[in-house]
T-cell receptor, first 112, second 115 residues
């Protein structure tokens, strides 16, 4: 039973355009959501997070939107750069258990 | 600041053999995690330590996997005996403390192939 779902295995965008990565979750106990970025042969690195008390969090070119009623979050990257090409993981935690549950990841390719 | 160190980076073994992975977390980080990432999947938490105590090992296959963090710093993860389905990347992560707001910092991982 996958509690965090990233239904798009891959996404390709042109440099300078917007990248939108999507994530759905099923566990109503989740109240904190994170995005991690992973380059080949490296470990995931933290990118941005959002608490369930907010619906938007912005950090430079990266913005995460949370729609609690739809149990959906998205990561927007504007403008996209070739260096953004990586696998992006959505993760969630909640309740008394701080354990992170990860999605399968989306491979983003930004073409010059 | 040095990141999370892991060794070896790659390991190939035959099924039924044993293997051990080592992790050195970021200095001062009390919480240490071991994750298993199977190809095409996201990382799955195997075990979480707070200092040298186990916080969560609910997803650790205890019949073959073991982990320790004796002095509350370095940690080792062992598989004995290995199965084909253990082929994966084993990621170690650390954070200053527990809690959802504590950022986890990941090492580069150990890629294990079981033949």
């Amino acid at each position: 039973d996958q509690q965090v779902k990233q239904n798009s295995p891959s996404l390709s965008v042109q440099e300078g355009r917007i990248s939108i990565l999507n994530c759905d979750y099923t566990n109503s106990m989740f109240d904190y959501f994170l995005w991690y970025k992973k380059y080949p042969a490296e470990g995931p690195t933290f990118l941005i997070s959002i608490s369930s008390i907010k619906d938007k969090n912005e950090d430079g070119r990266f913005t995460v939107f949370l729609n609690k009623s739809a149990k959906h979050l998205s990561l927007h990257i504007v403008p996209s750069q070739p260096g953004d090409s990586a696998v992006y993981f959505c993760a969630a935690s909640g309740g008394s258990n701080y354990k992170l549950t990860f999605g399968k990841g989306t491979l983003l390719t930004v073409n010059p | 600041e040095a990141g999370v160190a892991q060794s070896p980076r790659y390991k190939i073994i035959e099924k039924r053999q044993s293997v051990a992975f080592w992790c050195n977390p970021i200095s001062g980080h009390a919480t240490l995690y071991w994750y298993q990432q199977i190809l095409g999947q996201g990382p799955k938490l195997l075990i979480q330590f707070q200092n040298n105590g186990v916080v969560d090992d609910s997803q650790l296959p205890k019949d073959r996997f073991s982990a320790e963090r004796l002095k509350g710093v370095d940690s080792t993860l062992k598989i004995q005996p290995a199965k084909l389905e253990d082929s994966a990347v084993y990621l170690c992560a650390s954070s200053k403390g527990q809690g959802a707001l504590e950022t986890q910092y990941f090492g580069p991982g150990t890629r294990l192939l079981v033949l």
